[in-house]
């Protein structure tokens, strides 16, 4: 497959998380998260997000998303989240099957939740024909590519504490926000008030697994049941762990080349050497694309269906733009990646860790060829 924009789950393996595995596969180790790795990397979610922190690793973002939807929520209440929200668009209903909750959803203009907007939700409070609202749910960096600041997501942990509600943090793509706002995992959870979270690794580097990540102690309960029974309880979880040991920082493993991570400093744990190289390509490709369009004397505020603009700021790995049609038609054929909007003409273009300079110069070529 041509290395395209699609996603970030297209990528390959970090050769860091792949030597991490390779080191792990010798001779037995207990099952079920009773090995040596699973308790290092514990401690290692512990200096991350705090020491209160509990993880439990499972297989998948859908897993880890849903464990903490049910840590937080019983059959008979609800989740407010966005109307573009990963656990309403692209968890084929999960939460709703696997937990019985019910998701309130909003519209936003650009992926994020306000206190203002949530309100509109919290309604309905003892009557027993409504579900009962009792979890923010919110993605950082959000579907959209925007970013929640410090102060936006502790006023949303405020709102939901004040009516007894927790705040979940969708962090698929939490180490490119980390990046993007220059600020530690702990810092943008656990000091705001985040309860609980979901935190990635596959689309910045590593093979599979995820976690799930326990902020408030008082949601702690028979968690391990809850993972077991929603079967993403992995038998060899040392693979697991290991990755996430080597994403951290826990291990050397191998090391890229200054070139590729675009740092000299080898103290940088992989998290944010791969985070901070897919930001750094989608900041690349905004502006060739700036420059392009301006070459071509089109203009970024236009509005129609003919129009060709970037639709959100580019913040972190993703650029999402307006095109025509024939145009990202044309170009889908030489590259792949994902109509966002269809109706309204907007793909999205994501960058990976592995993305290279070369791969974008390419790309904006290709979309020269295809401009009118």
């Not at 309100?119 to 970013?147: C, D, N, V, Y």
């Not at 004397?297 to 700021?313: G, Q």
Request: glycine residues 6%; proline residues 3%; negative net charge.
């Amino acid at each position: 497959m041509k290395r395209g924009f699609g996603s970030d789950n297209h990528s390959g393996i970090s050769p860091e998380i792949l030597a991490a595995i390779a080191a792990a596969n010798t001779d037995h180790a207990l099952a079920y998260g009773d090995d040596e790795w699973c308790a290092r990397t514990e401690e290692l979610f512990r200096r991350e997000f705090g020491p209160q922190a509990k993880v439990y690793f499972v297989f998948n973002g859908t897993g880890a998303n849903v464990l903490c939807i049910d840590a937080m929520c019983r059959s008979h209440e609800a989740v407010v989240c966005a109307e573009t929200a990963h656990i309403n668009v692209d968890e084929c209903g999960a939460p709703q099957r696997v937990v019985g909750c019910r998701l309130l959803t909003v519209d936003t203009p650009d992926g994020k939740l306000t206190p203002e907007l949530v309100k509109t939700r919290l309604h309905g409070f003892g009557f027993e024909h409504h579900s009962q609202p009792k979890a923010i749910s919110i993605t950082q960096s959000t579907e959209l590519g925007t970013l929640y600041t410090l102060d936006e997501i502790r006023a949303l942990a405020d709102l939901a504490h004040s009516y007894n509600m927790y705040l979940h943090m969708d962090g698929a793509r939490l180490a490119n926000a980390a990046v993007a706002l220059g600020c530690s995992f702990k810092e943008m959870s656990t000091d705001l008030g985040v309860d609980c979270l979901s935190f990635g690794g596959t689309k910045n580097g590593l093979l599979m697994g995820e976690s799930c990540v326990i902020l408030n102690p008082a949601l702690d309960i028979d968690m391990k049941y809850r993972r077991k029974q929603m079967t993403q309880l992995c038998s060899k979880m040392r693979f697991i762990a290991a990755q996430f040991e080597a994403y951290l920082g826990g291990v050397q493993g191998v090391q890229r080349s200054a070139e590729e991570c675009k740092t000299n400093d080898k103290d940088v744990p992989l998290w944010k050497r791969n985070a901070m190289h897919s930001n750094a390509m989608a900041q690349l490709l905004k502006k060739e694309l700036q420059e392009l369009l301006s070459s071509h004397s089109l203009s970024l505020p236009l509005t129609s269906s003919h129009s060709i603009k970037i639709m959100y700021p580019v913040q972190v790995n993703s650029v999402f733009v307006q095109l025509p049609a024939d145009v990202w038609h044309a170009l889908q054929k030489e590259y792949f990646f994902y109509d966002w909007d269809e109706a309204a003409n907007v793909v999205r273009w994501m960058c990976s860790f592995d993305t290279t300079e070369d791969d974008i110069h390419a790309f904006v070529a290709a979309l020269k060829r295809h401009l009118p």
